[in-house]
């Protein structure tokens, strides 16, 4: 996996962070999504927390990455969640992920669907910071309308 992100794209505070993934063709081992509270992001000490979805088997994953190691797992892929549009016939899919930071409390969406609510305590992880896109390899996928919004 890689992320993805433009220096100026930074949140704090209460806000939301949003994209629309179009996947053209399936790929069922693999994941996208988006990511908030990055630091170092350029070094193995590297912090962010991330949601990403396999349409493939129309499972989620929510994890805090630390450093270079294995990834913390709120929720781990595999089990399918009906708030995922899973693969089409043809291999398509759109998925709509939004992670919304509250002043206690961090909640992930998927389609408009709230698939976990945690508190920040529970999260253990920061908040504010990087904002960005999640790509695993091998993905043919187009993002419309990522974007950071002040709550």
Request: neutral net charge.
């Amino acid at each position: 996996a890689a992320i993805y992100y433009r220096t100026g794209d930074v949140a704090s505070g209460v806000y939301a962070v949003s994209a629309t993934f179009k996947q053209s063709k399936s790929n069922v081992r693999e994941a996208y999504g988006i990511f908030i509270g990055g630091h170092d992001l350029q070094d193995s000490t590297q912090t962010y927390t991330y949601l990403v979805v396999k349409p493939g088997d129309g499972s989620i994953a929510i994890a805090h990455r630390n450093s270079d190691g294995r990834p913390t797992y709120l929720i781990r892929a595999g089990v399918a969640n009906p708030a995922v549009h899973a693969d089409a016939a043809d291999g398509s899919a759109t998925n709509t992920l939004m992670i919304h930071v509250a002043p206690d409390s961090v909640h992930f969406l998927v389609n408009g669907t709230l698939v976990k609510a945690v508190s920040k305590a529970e999260l253990a992880s920061p908040t504010d910071g990087q904002a960005g896109l999640r790509i695993n390899h091998n993905i043919d996928v187009h993002i419309d309308d990522f974007k950071i919004s002040k709550q």
